[in-house]
């Protein structure tokens, strides 16, 4: 769902800069693709650690072997970690490919690079954090789970990854200011320029 809303973004900006737009709100033609690509591996590890406890969880669930991890004498936030950190290994592909095509379109420096990584991996623990939470409801009472949903909507919608906040009315903006994540990616692009 993130790489189709990164080429959905690409073609609807490329298309105006076709037209001979100079600039939409902070966005150039030089840099529209690098904000895109960034905006999209940031929603990637949202989107990521959002769906992954309750995957697993309901997978437990559904198997019924979820009442025999809960009593196993394992600390279950080791477990809960190593399922998040497994996900890295997947994740590692990710990178690989977005960050050198970004690289391609504009350049930045090593350092900023690892700056970037650190950063991800922060927004990456803090969905892991939602998505976990979300994983219990699942198990305990899946009739609200919808609420997640919509919140997790919401919450992509004032993030920012694929639009500048400037193009926001300014009511959205004071919501969008108060979003952590809006504020990693904002970080990260900044890192990159």
Request: glycine residues 6%; positive net charge; aromatic residues 22%.
């Amino acid at each position: 769902s993130s790489l189709r809303l990164t080429l959905f973004f690409l073609l609807i900006y490329f298309g105006l800069f076709s037209l001979g737009i100079p600039n939409i709100a902070t966005l150039t033609n030089q840099n529209y693709i690098s904000f895109l690509l960034l905006g999209g591996l940031v929603s990637s590890l949202f989107f990521l650690g959002f769906e992954l406890f309750n995957k697993k969880l309901i997978e437990e669930k559904y198997w019924q072997t979820i009442s025999a991890f809960l009593i196993a004498p394992v600390n279950r936030l080791n477990f809960m970690l190593g399922i998040g950190l497994s996900e890295i290994i997947r994740l590692f592909f990710l990178f690989i490919i977005i960050l050198p095509s970004t690289y391609f379109f504009y350049q930045t420096n090593i350092l900023s690079v690892f700056l970037i990584l650190i950063t991800c991996f922060l927004i990456y623990l803090g969905s892991l954090g939602f998505g976990l939470i979300r994983g219990i409801f699942s198990l305990t009472n899946e009739n609200y789970l919808f609420l997640f949903e919509y919140l997790f909507s919401i919450w992509v919608f004032f993030s920012c990854f694929y639009y500048p906040i400037d193009l926001l009315p300014q009511i959205f903006k004071k919501i969008v200011l108060i979003n952590p994540v809006y504020h990693g990616v904002t970080l990260i692009r900044l890192l990159w320029y």
